[in-house]
C-alpha cells in the first residue's frame, strides 16, 4: 500500500492507491501499525487503496476491516467518489456510516481532512 504520513495542523495517515489494494483485515492491521508507528491515531484512505471486495459487502471485508480500525480506535475517512458510494447496498452502508463518530465517507479529500482534523 501507498502510505504517506500527512503533517498539516495536524498530523493523519493517507493512502491513496495501491499496487495492492487493501483485501484482507491483516492490511488492516499494517495501518493500523502505521498509525500507530506514526504517533497518530487519524487515517485517510481512498476508493483507489481499496479491492473490489472492499464495495461487495457480502464479502464482509468492508465490515472486517473497519471493525478493526475502530477497535483501535483509528478514526477513519473513506474518499469515495459518488459513483461508487451510491450503488446498491453499499450505498446503504454509508448512509449508515455516516452517522457515527469514528468513520465517515466523503466525496473529495478535502472534506475528508477537514473531518479528521477538526476533533484532532
Not at 476508493?47 to 471486495?53: H, K, R, V
Given at each position: 500500500?501507498?502510505?504517506?504520513?500527512?503533517?498539516?495542523?495536524?498530523?493523519?495517515?493517507?493512502?491513496?492507491?495501491?499496487?495492492?489494494?487493501?483485501?484482507?483485515?491483516?492490511?488492516?492491521?499494517?495501518?493500523?501499525?502505521?498509525?500507530?508507528?506514526?504517533?497518530?491515531?487519524?487515517?485517510?484512505?481512498?476508493?483507489?487503496?481499496?479491492?473490489?471486495?472492499?464495495?461487495?459487502?457480502?464479502?464482509?471485508l468492508a465490515g472486517g476491516v473497519l471493525q478493526k480500525l475502530t477497535n483501535y480506535r483509528i478514526r477513519t475517512a473513506l474518499v469515495i467518489p459518488d459513483e461508487l458510494a451510491s450503488q446498491g447496498r453499499f450505498k446503504e452502508w454509508v448512509a449508515e456510516t455516516n452517522q457515527g463518530s469514528q468513520l465517515r465517507v466523503f466525496p473529495n479529500a478535502s472534506d475528508a481532512e477537514n473531518w479528521l482534523l477538526q476533533s484532532d
Open positions: 500500500m501507498n502510505i504517506q504520513v500527512i503533517e498539516t495542523p495536524g498530523k493523519y495517515i493517507a493512502c491513496r492507491s495501491a499496487e495492492t489494494p487493501l483485501r484482507t483485515e491483516q492490511d488492516a492491521a499494517d495501518l493500523i501499525g502505521a498509525c500507530y508507528g506514526n504517533d497518530t491515531w487519524l487515517l485517510m484512505l481512498h476508493a483507489e487503496a481499496l479491492s473490489e471486495d472492499f464495495f461487495q459487502l457480502r464479502t464482509g
